[in-house]
Each structure stands twice: as C-alpha cells, then as structure tokens.
C-alpha cells in the first residue's frame, strides 16, 4: 500500500529510465528460474541504538538439475560475510543488489540449504511506507517503536533473499529476531517461543507456515499490550501500544464486522493456519501477511481525512479496510511482476467499496467510489514494463476499482457479478497470477470480449467518450475515441430514468419519451467521459 495522496510520485518514478539494477532486481533470468524457494529460516539480531542487523537466512530450495549458478538478493549497502552449501564456502559475485552464487552442479532435480550469513545498516525510511526501509522511531511512553516496509524497495534492502514477487517459500518461514530490548517483538505467523538468552538478549520465534511473499516478511517492536479473540474459529491477534490500549474494544468490533464482510464477498480468510493479526506500527500502514500493520490512529477516514470528499470516506477506517484487504488481494493473489500491480491495488481499493456496501449500503459505497474518480490523474498506463522492476500509475488504486466497477455495470446482475468477484479469490487464492490471467477470468465470466476494454483502460491513458444525443423520440449513442471491437453495456439515467446502453463505436439508437430533457450518469458510474450533444 504506498498509496494514495501519493499515487503521483509512483506514476513519476515510473517514467525514469531502465538501469541494469532494474533489470537485476525485476528479470527472471535462469538464476532465479533455476531454483524454486521452499522455506526461509531467517535468524537475526536486531541492535536498535546503531540501527543494525546481522545474522542469516537459511534458504531450503529445490534446485533444477545442470544449475551452475543462482541468485540471491541483497542490498549493496548491506556486507555479505559468507555463503555456505554442504559446510563449505561458496565463491559468489556481486552486482549492483545481486548476488550470484556458484554451487555445485547436479545431474538431478535437488533440495539445497544455502545459509547467507551478513551484517550492516539497511536503509532508514524517512516516510513510511512510501519510501521502504526500517523505522525507528519513540511511542508517548519513550520505549522504542520499531518496523520495517519494503513494498517497492524490497525484501533484500534488510535480509537476503530471492526478492521477487514470482516465488514465495512454499512451507513458510520460521523467523527468530534477537534484541537486547526488553520489549515485545512480533512478526507474521504464530509466537513459536520468545526466550532469554545467556548475554541478556532475548530472542522471539514467529513461524508462518503458508506462501508468504518476501516483501511481507516484517517485524515490529513496541510496549505493546496483546489482546487475543477467536471469531467463528478464526484466531484474532491485536498487538497494541499500551497508551492506546483502551481503545481495542471498539477496534475489536470494527474488526469483526470488516471480517465478516470480507468473508462473505471474498470467500473465508485465506491464511486461517497463520491466524489474522492486526499490529500497531510506526508508520500509517502496510499488508504484512497475518500481521497487518496499523497506523491510522483508531480513527476513521485516511489519517483522519475522507480522500472521496463525498462524506462517505469517514464512515469507516480506511487502513483497516484497506490493508486487510490487502490479505485476499496481494497476499493471497499475487502478481508475478509488478507491472501488474493495479491486481494487488485496484481489488483491494474495490475492497473499500465491497464493506461500504456491506456495511452501510450501496449508496454510501456509490457516493465514495464516485469521489475517488476525481482522484484518477491518467498520467501513464497503469500496466508498468515487464522485467525490469516498474510499477505502473498510481491510478492503479482508484482507476483499478473503477474498472472493476465498469465490468460490473457492464454484467448489469449484481448477484452474477459478486459471485464472479468471490469465484476469482477462490479460483487464483495463494496463486501467483499475471493481469492477463485475471483479465481472462472476467472474459469468460461475462462472456464478452473485454480484451479491448482492458486494453483501452490498463494499457493506455484513454477515458472512453460516450456521445449521446437526444433527437425528439430517440437516444443516439456512440464511443468516439475507441478501437471498433469496443463494446459495454453502460447504464445511464434519462430524466432519472435507468437506461442500460450497449454501446459500440457504431451509432445505435434507443426509444424515449418525447420531451426528455436529459442523460446523466448513474450513481455508481462506469469510467466513461459522459458527453451530452
């Protein structure tokens, strides 16, 4: 989630120009191929007064046969004190935040353990979660308060890892962080253990036993106070700071209904071994994996504002929503290069509008998704570049949730629309998808050809221009500015009356009383330029 008020500095980035590191960091060259990630054992301390980390990963991989060489991920500010296979060192070089290791080839298909051991300062974010790194940062009470956010940055800016969205370790991670804070020290999955060790540090043991993806792998550090719950079987882990302790009653039951919604429209929660956990941060959010973090202050709206500036916004508590959310689309569903991130960010902003819905009715949900159009820029394309590390637009958040709204005018059967929406989290759930299949997924499930529409939406900056044209008894209609095989089904109102258009850039005409006066757009529009002649 680096989102939102920001979405114009990701759409900025994403115009500089490829560089080897890009190409490094986003390939899928034979040295990641090559090897598919089982588990990560990742033992770490974590020295608070330098801002450091040192320790290792131990990564259990199954390694194709005729492999001489494979990468790791680490970033260059980071040392990399050793490599080592079967007890012995392994010769590696390093380039730019690559590392490519030489391990022994294999004439089969074998299961390897590569321990990566290192030591250094990872990056220091200044603005979490838009810029990634650690943060340090002091809670009302002058305990530190301690995370890390890498959405974008990357995994490998504070472990070594495969930092790719293409391969996620298949049975887990077992994490143990050591600090010489007496403090609680979280991270994703279930506490395994947290003991004292001989020099007066204390080491906690998370273990996370579905897929995870690199970037999710996180840890928090705080005086935190834990309140466990268990909601129709499902374990509910709240870690908050002890100064806001008081507030977790009401945060508890916003949870819960969230969740329930959620489980309702998406299909149960996808990580139920894992449990859901819900941890206070040093920054406003991020979709950490079975430990969401949570920065919003207990209070409604984005930070206390209604980014749609339609009312709506402050019905309910953007960062819950919207990064628990996150855990059907992201988590769960997760694109292989993140050019196709609008799957990742334009569901789970849909998301926000499936609890409005839930929760307060389809009229709010409407009044909020049609004042975060005001908010789509159509800069650059949403689909970034393959291969080389590129988002696309930041408009992948609230144009992407206006394109699935589209596709639902578009089936015009709202009961045929949520079941398509909970069927794709089922179909694709703990899956690594790219935008083609899931654009493929709503081919067949509205039958109808929406390759150009994705086209037009995801792959240019193009608003499609509906013309129509009141001509005494009948409507006029017609796209200006799309390809011929473009073709939806729009609604609109004609003197407030619902009028379902197939339109297509061929003129076509539809009956209405004489007199109409006008054609305006419903609530709830599809993304298209309204243009009254």
Known sequence: MRLVVFAVLLSALSGFSQTKKDSLKGGLRPERLNY?????????????????????????AKVQAQTPEIQIDLAENLVLDSIILNKQKCTYKRIEGAVFVTIPVSSAIEEREIEVYYHGNPIVARNAPWDGGLVFRKSKSGAPFVGVAVQGLGASAWFPCK????DEPDFGVDFQM???????????????SNSQLKNG????????????????????????Q?????????????????????????????????????NAAFGEYPFSKDGFKLVEAPYLGMEHQSAVAYG?????????????????????????????????FGNSITTKDIADMWVHEGFTTYSEIVYLECAEGKDAAYQYLDGIKDLIGNDIPIIGRYGINEEGSGDMYFKG?????????????????KEALKKMCLTYQKQIVTSAEIEDFWTRETASNLKPVFDIYLRTTEIPKLEVKIEKSKLKYRWLNVPADFVLRVPVLVD????????????????????????QPVKGASLVKLIVR
């Open 163 to 166: 930092d790719s969205q293409s």
């Open 296 to 328: 919003n202050r207990y209070s409604k709206g984005y930070a206390g504002n209604d980014l749609s500036r339609s009312g709506a916004g402050m019905l309910f508590d953007f960062i819950l929503v919207h990064e628990a959310g996150h855990e059907w």
């Open 401 to 417: 949730a206006n394109i699935i709204q589209t596709i639902r005018n578009h089936m015009n059967d709202d009961a045929k629309f």
């Open 226 to 262: 834990r309140f466990e719950e268990v909601h129709k079987g499902l374990d509910l882990d709240f870690w908050m700071l002890e100064e806001n302790a008081s507030k977790f009653s009401q945060f508890k039951n916003e949870t819960i209904k969230m969740l329930d919604c959620f």
């Open 36 to 60: 598919d990630v089982l588990h990560y054992d990742l033992n770490i301390h974590l020295d608070v007064p330098s801002k450091s980390v040192s320790g290792f990963n131990a990564i259990r």
């Open 201 to 224: 540090h204390t080491v906690w043991h998370w273990r996370v036993t579905e897929p995870i993806n690199a970037y999710n792998i996180t840890f928090y550090l705080g005086k935190f």
């Open 178 to 192: 050591s600090t010489s804070e007496n403090l609680p020290l979280v991270s994703n999955g279930r506490l395994i």
């Open 496 to 519: 407030n009356k619902l009028v379902l258009l197939e339109v297509e850039s061929k003129e076509k005409s539809v009956s209405i009383p004489k007199n109409t006066k006008s054609v």
